[in-house]
């Protein structure tokens, strides 16, 4: 079973615009998030995270929202730029933090100019 | 500072065949993961080596194996290889504590069984 699930597989904006990526857990137990961004012939580099203490993380254009009720959160880029296009994958760890993470699917985001 | 070498970057092999990827970490990693990247299923966890020794595990079979040297480098090694098992095989590294934005990955084997 999918523990952590990006229920939108593509995306399109347009330049300049906001981005918003979801994600969903089941999970309860999991305590850190992090989004990671892939380029087509390159391995997915890390983009934020966000610990299950805050509710909010920002980091020039990008911020992550957690909403632990919910077990949703949300990566926003603003203002989106072409070179954003890549493949956003969502992760998850449980409260080791010697536990694998656990990737949703991914979402194919396109940033129209 | 090199960043996670995956060697080889393209594989093409057939059915029933095996089949050995190497990763290199960056210098100072001690932690080696190792992932499957499908179009249907996205990034799944193979397993994960510390010190030479197999830390954490995925559900993945028993043709799926691994190991790792102690200079870090880490090997996987699929057997009787299935149609299914093409993918993108992807190597992360981190330092032992490493919480996710520790992991560098690398940019992958992509595996073709025909």
């Known amino acids: 079973d999918q523990q952590v699930k990006q229920n939108s597989p593509s995306l399109s904006v347009q330049e300049g615009r906001i981005s918003i990526l979801n994600c969903d857990y089941t999970?309860?137990?999991?305590?850190?998030f992090l989004w990671y961004k892939k380029y087509p012939a390159e391995g997915p580099t890390f983009l934020i995270s966000?610990?299950?203490?805050?509710d909010k993380n920002e980091d020039g254009r990008f911020t992550v929202f957690l909403n632990k009720s919910a077990k949703h959160l949300s990566l926003h880029i603003v203002p989106s730029q072409p070179g954003d296009s890549a493949v956003y994958f969502c992760?998850?760890?449980?409260?080791?933090?010697?536990?694998?993470?656990?990737f949703g699917k991914g979402t194919r985001l396109s940033v129209i100019a | 500072k090199a960043g996670v070498t995956q060697t080889p970057r393209y594989l093409i092999k057939t059915r029933g065949q095996q089949v050995t990827l190497s990763c290199s970490p960056i210098?100072?990693?001690?932690?080696v993961s190792w992932y499957q990247q499908t179009p249907g299923q996205g990034l799944q966890f193979l397993f994960e080596?510390?010190?030479?020794?197999?830390?954490n595990k995925g559900n993945f079979p028993g043709r799926f194996s691994g190991r790792q040297f102690s200079n870090s480098r880490s090997e996987m090694n699929v057997s009787t290889l299935e149609l299914g098992d093409s993918a993108l095989y992807l190597c992360?590294?981190?330092?032992?504590?490493?919480?996710?934005?520790?992991?560098?990955f690398g940019p992958g084997t992509r595996l073709t069984v025909t």
């Open positions: 992360a590294s981190s330092l032992p504590s490493g919480r996710g934005e520790g992991q560098y």
């Open positions: 992760a998850a760890s449980l409260i080791s933090g010697n536990t694998p993470l656990v």
């Open positions: 999970n309860s137990m999991f305590d850190y």
């Open positions: 966000i610990s299950s203490i805050k």
């Open positions: 080596y510390f010190s030479e020794t197999q830390r």
């Open positions: 210098s100072g990693h001690r932690s």
